[in-house]
């Protein structure tokens, strides 16, 4: 791995993926719900707390060959926010760092 923020390589990644690392990572910490975890699941009602997360990322970051920017972290608190930040990062020109221009997030938002 180069170390590059965002892509580093990988094929665009799809959220069924990312979907399935995450099933499996609740199912380490806690019981999965039946059918699987919904996109719209809180990840804190997943017992997934904020170290959780960072863990959750990393294995993610691992996964699928992506670095998802510190500053983005604290907008993820669902599975559906958690999913949207990585295949975005997976995308050339995703939401990474430097050069995001008007993708930013404004301080008043």
Excluded: K, N
Excluded at 32 to 57: K, T
């Amino acid at each position: 791995m180069s170390g590059d923020a965002g892509r580093i390589g990988a094929s665009r990644i799809e959220p069924a993926d990312v979907r399935a690392v995450v099933t499996v990572f609740v199912g380490e910490y806690g019981t999965v719900p039946p059918g699987g975890v919904p996109q719209e699941a809180l990840l804190s009602d997943l017992d997934v707390d904020s170290l959780g997360l960072v863990d959750l990322l990393t294995v993610l970051e691992r996964e699928f060959g992506v670095e998802v920017p510190d500053e983005r972290i604290a907008g993820i608190s669902s599975v559906a926010d958690l999913i949207d930040e990585v295949v975005a990062v997976s995308l050339p020109g995703g939401s990474h760092g430097p050069g995001r221009g008007d993708d930013e997030r404004s301080p008043l938002s």
